[in-house]
Structure formats: C-alpha cells, structure tokens
C-alpha cells in the first residue's frame, strides 16, 4: 500500500526539518521525503495549508483495561487518542490487575491490535502489584514488550527498591518512569498547597511532596548510572533538580502534562470547586507554572504527556475531596498546545511537535518520532490555526472529566497515518 | 441596600458577597432580635414554607440554632442527618439532594464535610442552598453572628483590631470571618502554632503573629478558637499543656488588650486548652451572647433567601 502525501508543510525536529515537501509512505514505513514525489500508484492525501509531522507520541496515558472498563477500554482510549492525533500511546501499569507480568502485557497489545486505532506502548510496573516490595519480572515483561517500568499512581516509596530498579532496568536499557510524590507529605491534600488552597480550605499538596523524592531519585541515579524519567513534573523546584542533574551527565529525562502548563491551582477557585480541577501531582503555583514554561523553551523538558487519566461521571461528580485524582487529555493536548504554547510565542511549532513526538519517542527508545527514510510511517496532519470548541461530552473517550470543556482554542489534528495507514477513528 | 433587593439564591459563603450585602444581613437580623424578646417567639413571615436541615456531620448548636430561627419564622423544617439514611448506604451527595428537591422544599440548610459541598448542591437545586459549615472552608452564619456581635458591643466594625487564636489551617470559622471582617473595614490578626496556619495565610490579607501576646497587643476583639483534640495524635501540637502555656487565653495575658476587650469563641470551648474559664466567664466574654445572635442572623437569613424580603420587612 502506498500512499502520497503532498503540498503540506513537513516539520520533523528529527532531521532539522520544515518546509513543503512530499512524503511517500509505502509497505509501512516512510519511504521518500522530498520536494516533489511522484507515485502514480499511491492514493494520494492532499496536505496543502496542514503541517505533517511525525505521528505524535503520548507517553503517559491510562487505557484502565484489564479491570475498569467503564472508565475507558484500549480500544476507545486509542480511538481517543487518533482523535487527538496521536499515532502511538505507552500506558501506565496501574491496571486491575496491575500489569507486572506477560499475560496482562500481551493482552494490553492484544486489544490494541485489535482495535487498530494507534499503536500502543505497554510500560510494565516496578513493583508487583504496585505494592513497592519486590521487583516485578521485568525482562518477562520486556520480552512481551513493554518499554520502560513505573508504579505510576503511586511513588516507588522505598529507596532501596528504587535503586535495585535503576540497577536492574539496565540490563534491558529501559528507563525507570518515577511518580514523585512523598505520601507523608501530601497526606490527606487534594490539591496544591498554597494560597488558593487556604482560601477553598481544602487540604494542600506542598510542592515539597514531588520535590523530596526527585531529589532522592536523582542522588540514586548519581550512583547507579541508571535511565531515570519523571512523570508529570510539575514543581519549579524539581525541574531545575533535573537540569542541574542532566547537566552533570546523568540519564534523567521528564515530561510536563499541559495542564501543569496551562493553569494553575486559582483554577480550583475559579471553577468553583469542580472537580475537572482535581488531579495528581495538582496544579501548581503560578511560579512553577512559568518554571515550567522556561523548562519548554530551554529543552530540559523532554516530552508533554496528557496524563490521560478517564474517570467515570458517577466519580466525579461529587465532592471534592471524594473525587479521583485526574482528567482525560488525548483529545484536547494538540489543540491546547497550539494555541496556547505555539501561538504567543512561547515555543515554536517544531519544538511543540517535539516534545509530542521525536522527544518521547527518545525517551522510551522507541522506533516513532521522525520522518527519515525508513523509519515507521507514522504521521500526523493538523490545521495549524482552524478553530475549535474542546467540547467534553463528544469526545471519543469514555470519560469527559476535562477543566477545559468549553475552551475555543485556534489548532486541531486533522488526522493519522499509522504504519501509512489512514486512521478513521 | 433594602431588604428587596437581596439578589442570591444561596448563601454559600462570606467571600462573594459584598459589604453591602453583609450589612444588609445584619440589619435584618436586627429587626429579628426583639422575637426572642417577646412572650410568644414566633412570626408567620416563612409559614407554608419548608426548609430542610441536612447535617451530614454532627452538630448540635448550629443546627439548634437553624431549627429555632426556622421555627421562629413558622417554617416547616425537615431534619435530615446521615446516619441512618440512604447515605450510610452509599448514596451520593448529590443523589439525596435530588430526592429532597423531588419533595420541593425552598430551603436547604447543610452542613458537610468536604469543602464545597454546599456549592456543588446549589448548582443542582432550585431550593435555595445555606452553608452550615462546609469542612475547613466557610461557615458564613458563624462570622454573621460575630460580627453582629462585635457590632452590638463596639458600634462598629471598621477600624477595630481583631485577634484571632488558634487552629487557623482548620477553621471555617476563621476563613468567614477574616472575609467579612476585612470586608468591613477591621484590621484582623491571626496567631497559632506554625504546624496550623495555613500556606500564604497572609495573601487573605491579615497580619500573622506567631505569639499570642503579639496578636492579642491593643486587640478590641480577642476571638479564640476551637483546638481539636484529635489533631495532637497528627503532631500538630505536642499537647494541651504545652498548647495552653503558648496560646491560652488567660486573664493575666488578656491585660495586652484594650481595655475594653470583649472575648469571643464559636464554640464549644475546650477550657484549660484555648481559654482559661475564669476569661470563658468572665466580664470580657461574650460567647452566649454569640448564640443567642446566631438565631436572629439564621432568621434574616432564611428570611432574605426565602425570598420574603422582596415582600419587605
């Protein structure tokens, strides 16, 4: 099968790429980029006033299958995430079961396969059962095919745990993905600690709660020259840990989720309590924000990952204090990232398309991210600037939980080729 | 600002309302006070009305308090509590609040746990909402009954130096208060233990002491709080004896204060821990005098949300 995509505007961070050129996708994978192609056999997709990029990359999403399908399946979560423009997610192990063994990981893939929507990346727990005591096996899981390890949901709490991870993960050159979070010091908090959070009276999250464990980590790293990634960064703090860490040589790598980018704890305040505000690590003082925006700019972030984090209606719908950590996000990452990080200038579009593909892509060691020759023809095509209504209640997701239901936003994926296969999701 | 152009259909805390509106609650309360004062305490101004009381965590004043205030004005009231109720067997919040609003009351009182809850039933109901309390949050008739009566005792709100003592991370009584007091025009300061004054405290825009005696120096109103107890065993405080020699409120430390100091507590009072009882019944102490107003600011409460008051007073 062979297909032709002409007259948009490739952007691929991975060869220093943007211009207008034609890309032909042929047995699966990208077979020629060039100012004119021609291939008088290939269906042709007409790209003119898109950007085609490499297929976007989320890689942290939860697809709740096995045990919670009510909240999302594989197959709608990777149909969500075609949607959304991307062409690959890695899922967290936080499945009931846990996935911290083969059966749990081939059937993850199984119905990924099935489904058809986007390639799916399995991450494997650290632990067995997520309980933070053993090892979980981690080469059986690696051989079924999973790409990096995180107990994701929770911290892996125990130092010695952590270190024999970052030990072990080596022999299978995976990176050990950390939820920092000290549960001592979030305590009973919902969100984060600061003014907004003593305005609400709700209990707080101090920044120090992510801050003390990256912190640890990185001391831990320093020793067993391990790959180290951090889940959903969200502190000023820790992020210059990180580039302080990675400027002394160490293999650390983070991802910022973007709503740590777009807002900031007032949210809670603003939105009157809902609970489309309430997620894990919480939004953060307008400080980090920007910290974090500096951390887009000058490259210490690697990746932006939604966090896709589905929750039933029923769940959310009460009050505060009661409900789940976290939002849904494949769907709305795109267009956020448009609109609010490309347009004013805080990164360019082929930076965004970075940190949403070729940056993932080298975090988790996988084959996607860029447009060279050879390579999987995975692709994205957005409209650059068409305007958009995030609208919660027809997303393709199971789950609406979003705070930003009701955003106009300018941006919007048009739609994805997967092996150079045209998603319809 | 009249009793008929009251706007609201909730009163879920200090912190959006205005200082007119605040006034406005509190004059109405005035006209209420002299029903207790009569032989027979009741007026028909909310009769075929139905306010359901839904306290979903104990209390015993503040829905006595409510329940006087509803019987007063000649309202139906419904006592509703979660235990016992189709909550203990895990119905929602908001659930409930539908199976109540099915049986059309025009008021609901609650008291709740979680922060926001009041808010969250107000957006669902047609039945005007009341936040009794809502965890460490607001408790809006609370710091309408202090300032009523600080207004009582001192004529006036504005310009006064308020103390206020205690657990302040906990309180809903201090959030409501520390609204409708700088709202109005007071200089509050608040004082506790480091382990209980919640982040950026001072953003509310008080002063922060972190010694009594500090807080306290030339206050015209000391209000102490409430320490629970169960927050020793989270080693918040490393006990009652070292608290009360740090933050009680005791006759030789209540000297800092103006002279003519009143003291205040939302009670119930835990003696020998924030305040002393020879200060709790002492000539300076106005905490029964704060219940017996809560009745009246619950009446112009009810009163103003029952949409009585666009019939005039």
Known sequence: MKTLVTGGRVIDPSQDLDGFFDLLLEDGVVARVDESVSASDAEVFDAEGLVVCPGLIDIHVHLREPGEEYKETVATG???AAVGGFTAVACMANTKPVNDSRSVTEHILEEARRAGYARVHPIGAVSKGLAGEELAEIGEMVRAGVVAVSDDGLPVANAELMRRALLYAQHFDIPVIQHAEDLDLTGSGVMHEGEWSTRLGLPGIPGSSEDVIVARDLIL???????YHVAHLSTGRSLAMVRRARQAGLRVTCEVSPHHL???DQAVSDMEMSTATKMKPPLRASTDREALLEG?????????????APHHVDEKDVEFTAAPFGIVGLETTLSLCLDRLVRPGVISISRMIELLSTGPARVLGIPGGSLAEGRPADVTVFHPDRSV???????ASTSHNTPFDGWKLKGAPVCTFVAGKKINP | MAAGTWQRKDLLGIAELSADEIRLILETAESFSQVAERPIKKVPTLRGKTVVNLFFEASTRTRSSFEIAEKRLSADGLNFSSSGSALSKGESLIDTALNLQAMAPDLIVIRHGAPGAPHLLARRLDAGVINAGDGAHEHPTQALLDAYTIRQHKGRIAGLKIAIVGDIEHSRVVRSNIHLLTKLGAEVTVAGPLTMLPAAVDRLGVRVCHRLEDAIAGADVVMMLRIQLERQSRALFPSTREYFQLFGLTRER???????AIVMHPGPMNRGVEIASDVADGPESVIL????????????VLYLLSGAGEEGV
């Open chain 1, 221 to 227: 790293l320093e020793d067993t020259v391990g790959r």
């Open chain 1, 262 to 264: 777009l807002l900031t």
């Open chain 1, 389 to 395: 209504t995030v609208d919660a209640a027809t997303m």
């Open chain 2, 289 to 300: 005098e704060q219940v017996a107003n809560g009745v009246a600011v619950r009446m112009a």
């Open chain 1, 296 to 308: 887009l700019a000058d490259g210490t972030v690697d990746a932006i990952a939604s966090d896709h």
């Open chain 2, 254 to 260: 209540l000297k800092a204060a103006a002279e003519d």
């Open chain 1, 78 to 80: 990777t149909r969500s």
